[in-house]
């Protein structure tokens, strides 16, 4: 009888837990409003919560989960408390919000809505207003001594931009979401430049000279010292397999030049740089516990500290690799990087992406390699873009394709019947689906540096 009382009690939380994401989603249909006012007045109502900790404030077009969580497993290394809100999720809406590694527990999420949702509604709240204002009080509440926020889209009008940072971080400038954006790179990067207040410090990971040029001259109008890594500053990238990785990179606080990272490629070994070089801002800043032994430890166990998915996550004894790369610049580095520990000759890759993406770079990026055959899926995701349209414009290309029906089953069936190396990317919502199906273990070898 006891059992079966508690079981009930457990679907009950489910349940409700499950109606209180599907009102999230629901917020949806107010759509993608980029301003400050909604989230403000949310906030107020909150008290603040925002205000109650130190933030460093990450935009850029790739690379701002990978370098979100490195700033965050490097600043937990160093024995601090730390906050991080990233997007989107993979599998569980809770993965967004983290202290410590820890995902909000769901009946905190249960809690938020019951607590704010009637100004939700008076507002018009969108969903990622609500999921913000969310991983703000959850910080505030559990005593953060510092969070790491990622920016959802842009920067100037994005909802995390109402606050005031400790340290600016931009990871680069590509392509993307460009009906909002932009379609230049010089558009792009004054949205992501909005995130630049004034005399806070600024660091800028590699990017094209027509988006650096811009942030440049925000920093200088705003007063904001602003530190430049180029890709020429980070050498001697060297991997063998998608666990660990060897690279110089020389900072301005530390003699250490030879880092580790647990996160594989070009583009990580610059979003590591990127997180030294928090550190060093941070050590300079007077925060305790910051040392070359602490940010090394840090970038090494990121996978294990913060919970990160699906960058090159390559599964035990399946031969498949997992990773969220979605625009033509990402997908370019993701090949890039796979193609020199795997033969793509040997590799499926299946690819499924979202309608808004620029669909025919990213056929340009695929029919670069050599597959052994491309698979085309659609996600769960409205938006996601239809798999016998991906496959049309690819075999326009040359490339002969098999489509996938969009159930998830389907596809994670015909995945398990695949031989030989498997790559799965173009979306968050298709790897996730991917993941929700079936609970892949990844390799996780340590690194003892």
Not at 24 to 42: A, R, V
Not at 354 to 374: E, F, H, M, T
Request: with cysteine; charged share 20%.
């Amino acid at each position: 009888m006891g059992d079966h009382s508690l079981n009930t009690i457990h679907f009950a939380k489910t349940d409700e837990y499950q109606r209180t994401v599907g009102f999230l989603y629901g917020l949806q249909m107010f759509g993608i409003k980029l301003g400050l006012e909604n989230i403000g007045t949310l906030c107020r109502l909150l008290d603040n919560p925002h205000r109650a900790f130190p933030v460093i404030h990450i935009a850029g077009t790739n690379g701002k989960g990978s370098t979100a969580a490195m700033i965050a497993s490097v600043l937990m290394s160093a024995g601090m408390r730390v906050g991080l809100y990233t997007s989107p999720h993979l599998v569980d809406f809770t993965e967004r919000i983290s202290v410590n590694g820890v995902s909000i527990g769901r009946e905190e999420v249960v809690q938020f809505v019951r607590r704010t949702h009637s100004e939700i509604e008076r507002l018009r709240v969108t969903f990622f207003e609500a999921t913000t204002a969310m991983a703000f009080r959850h910080f505030a509440e559990k005593g953060v001594d510092l969070a790491v926020v990622e920016v959802g889209m842009g920067g100037r009008l994005d909802a995390t931009n109402i606050v005031e940072p400790l340290l600016t971080v931009i990871t680069g400038i590509a392509a993307d979401h460009t009906e909002y954006l932009g379609a230049s790179l010089r558009e792009i990067a004054s949205e992501k430049a909005g995130i630049i207040k004034t005399g806070i410090p600024v660091l800028l990971g590699p990017c094209p000279e027509e988006g650096r040029e811009v942030i440049e001259r925000t920093a200088r109008e705003q007063r904001a010292p602003l530190t430049s890594l180029t890709s020429e500053m980070v050498t001697d990238i060297r991997f063998e397999n998608l666990q660990e990785m060897n690279f110089r990179y020389r900072s301005k606080g530390f003699e250490k030049e030879n880092w580790w990272t647990g996160l594989v490629g070009r583009c990580q070994a610059w979003n590591a740089a990127l997180a030294v070089e928090t550190a060093c801002a941070l050590k300079e800043a007077g925060w305790n516990g910051v040392t070359e032994d602490t940010v090394q430890h840090g970038l090494v166990h990121v996978r294990n500290q913060t919970g990160l998915r699906a960058r090159l996550e390559h599964v035990i004894d399946k031969g498949i690799v997992l990773d969220v790369a979605h625009n033509p610049d990402g997908m370019a580095h993701l090949f890039g990087t796979f193609a020199s520990v795997f033969d793509t000759r040997q590799t499926t890759l299946v690819c499924g992406i979202q309608r808004s993406k620029s669909l025919l770079d990213i056929a340009d990026v695929i029919v670069a390699y050599p597959w052994k055959q491309v698979v085309t899926a659609s996600s769960s995701h409205p938006d996601a873009l239809p798999a016998q349209v991906f496959a049309d414009v690819l075999e326009a290309k040359g490339i002969r394709t098999v489509r996938v029906k969009a159930e998830t089953g389907s596809l994670v069936r015909f995945i398990a019947e695949l031989r030989g190396d498997v790559l799965i990317c173009g979306s968050h919502f298709l790897v996730g689906d991917v993941l929700k199906e079936k609970n892949f273990r990844t390799s996780t070898k340590s690194i003892d540096n």
